[in-house]
């Protein structure tokens, strides 16, 4: 069965940096878009981040453009979002995901991973 695992999550001041990864198993990850969303308590899930199968194309939300970097190693099937510049609004908790199409709608995406929370403080 498809797995999705990220990892790096954690507590940062305001100004800092976090690499978040995500490990995917059970699928022929080449195939896909790799996206991050991220929720917030009380929120509704947001696009973040997305990659293009091959790694050639990005796309990021306008908050995050200029401090976010979204990449991916096909041949460790992984995908990784470099975060810097951290803001208090960046806390939540962030999934990565996996879609035949996208990229920044959630509807598109088929598979998704549990979650890494990321606090922000100020």
């Known amino acids: 069965q498809v797995q999705l695992v990220e990892s790096g999550g954690r507590l940062v001041q305001t100004g800092g940096s976090l690499r978040l990864s995500c490990a995917a198993s059970?699928?022929?990850?080449?195939?896909?878009?790799m996206g991050w969303f991220r929720q917030a308590p009380g929120k509704e899930r947001e696009f973040v981040a997305a990659i293009s199968r091959l790694g050639v194309n990005t796309y990021y939300v306008d908050s995050v453009k200029g401090r976010f970097t979204i990449s991916r190693d096909n041949a460790k099937n992984t995908v990784t979002l470099q975060m810097n510049s951290l803001k208090p609004e960046d806390t939540a908790v962030y999934y990565c995901?996996?879609?035949?199409?996208?990229?920044?709608?959630?509807?598109?995406?088929?598979?998704w991973g549990q979650g890494t929370q990321v606090t922000v403080s100020s």
């Open positions: 059970g699928l022929t990850f080449s195939r896909y878009f």
């Open positions: 995901a996996a879609g035949l199409k996208g990229p920044t709608s959630d509807s598109e995406y088929s598979y």
